[in-house]
């Protein structure tokens, strides 16, 4: 049974950081890629980072290219999101994916961004 639970949300000051975790369990984790997806309250569900299967590439959009950092350990079954400079914006529940078009998330882990 594929599991996904992340952990590392919580309250930032705008510039401050987070580093979130995304444990996997339940099928072979170094064999598939990884996203992170976001959602704002009133707004859809948007991507936010994507990591290969080796961890050797990854994908941003422009809006936390240079902020955001994903990186993963296949030996801990873990991916990871570095956040960095955080806006009030970057205010989400943030979640991991299995690839891009799976049925598999996690559950999320809220981001909440202010003064």
């Known amino acids: 049974q594929v599991h996904l639970v992340e952990s590392g949300g919580g309250l930032v000051q705008p510039g401050g950081s987070l580093r979130l975790s995304c444990a996997a369990s339940?099928?072979?984790?170094?064999?598939?890629?990884m996203t992170w997806y976001r959602q704002a309250p009133g707004k859809e569900r948007e991507l936010v980072a994507a990591?290969?299967?080796?961890?050797?590439?990854?994908n941003y959009p422009d809006s936390v290219k240079g902020r955001f950092t994903m990186s993963r350990d296949n030996a801990k079954n873990t991916v990871y999101l570095q956040m960095e400079s955080l806006k009030p914006e970057d205010t989400a529940v943030y979640y991991c994916?299995?690839?891009?078009?799976?049925?598999?998330w996690g559950q999320g882990t809220q981001v909440t961004v202010s003064s």
């Open positions: 990591i290969s299967s080796a961890g050797s590439t990854t």
């Open positions: 994916r299995r690839g891009c078009y799976s049925i598999y």
């Open positions: 339940g099928f072979t984790f170094s064999s598939y890629a």
